[in-house]
């Protein structure tokens, strides 16, 4: 069980910017992250074409906050959307990897100045350069690639990076649905690998998409929370961290930060309507009554309007009463 003393340390390191000389980064407050190499990944895919930012836009304001304060970003991705694919593997015998088919006009020019010069690729199931209609690779499939081969084969990194965070997912991981979370699934991944990893998500529920002020939120909750030395000696020794960013409404300042505990409530489940001929209408419903949220857990801290930072383990031993068992 976490102390005390580190769940207040972790919690202050999220609200408490690290003064650094201004050369090292680009922040009005000095925040700097100069020196990491971070790979940025997510389950949304990496086209972020869409109008509302569901398929991969937040994957690019956390990477536009994380150069801006100095880190050297790469960014490997799935081809397209994949949430929902947990740990996932894809199984294809070819992948392939390229640049996505359009990087949003504002982001493009974004870590031109870093080492990496801003990579940015997505990877699909292929023998040949991915196309509109390629396949996808899985969340866990990305960061397999992007540390085995991308990294070292493209970029030097032959010692790997000093980090992989995936997201900035849209909508919450939060409760049961951690298990199913291909952004969490992707942090699971470069865990089992020996890199630290942040998993991170914005928004209050699934659906509307987050704004773009809610995307920029979260992204500024993970870099002041990597901008502090404990939060690096916090990341090597715990699993992997799990950051949930409220909505964020106009005018209103920054989100207050809670550590919590993951949940375990179920809010809604995947529902299966037969329209005949053996075929069914897939929908998602809320689970009715409302579930009663569990004080201290990560949604009641969402719902709140709370930061919620967690812990998530990979080890899935369970201790709780095991001795009785044996």
């Known amino acids: 069980m976490l102390s005390k003393v580190l769940r207040v340390a972790i919690a202050a390191a ?52 994380l150069c801006q304060a100095g880190a050297d970003v790469a960014v490997v991705g799935p081809w397209g959307q994949q949430s929902g694919k947990s740990r996932a593997v894809s199984g294809a015998p070819f992948v392939a990897v390229a640049p996505p088919l359009a990087v949003p006009a504002e982001f493009a020019a974004d870590c031109a100045n870093a080492p990496g010069h801003g990579l940015v690729l997505g990877a699909c199931q292929a023998t040949s350069p991915c196309a509109a209609d390629s396949p996808s690779v899985t969340p866990a499939d990305s960061v397999d690639i992007a540390l085995t081969g991308v990294l070292p084969q493209r970029l030097g990194w032959t010692n790997g990076p000093d980090l992989v965070v995936s997201g900035i997912n849209s909508g919450p991981n939060t409760d049961i649905a951690v298990n199913g979370s291909g952004t969490i699934g992707a942090a699971t991944v470069a865990v089992e690998r020996g890199v630290p990893a942040v998993a991170v998500s914005a928004g209050t529920q699934v659906s509307p998409p987050p704004s773009n002020d809610t995307y920029k939120a979260a992204a500024d909750v993970v870099v002041r929370l990597l901008a502090s030395p404990r939060t690096w000696t916090f990341v090597k020794d715990m699993a992997l961290v799990n950051v949930n960013q409220p909505d964020v409404q106009p005018g209103a300042g920054p989100s207050p930060v809670r550590w919590t505990s993951v949940g375990r409530v179920v809010q809604g489940r995947i529902a299966y309507t037969p329209t005949g001929d053996g075929t069914y209408q897939v929908g998602y419903n809320a689970v009715t009554p409302p579930p009663v949220l569990e004080p201290g857990s990560d949604t009641k801290a969402l719902l709140d309007g709370y930061v919620s930072v967690s812990a998530v383990d990979v080890n899935r031993t369970f201790t709780g009463s095991l001795t009785r068992h044996r």
């Open 14 to 65: 999220v609200v408490t910017a690290v003064a650094v000389p201004a050369q090292a980064s680009a922040r009005e407050d000095g925040v700097s992250l100069a020196g990491k190499k971070v790979v940025l990944v997510n389950d949304d895919g990496v086209q972020a074409a869409k109008a509302n930012g569901s398929d991969g836009r937040g994957i690019y304001v956390l990477r536009q906050a």
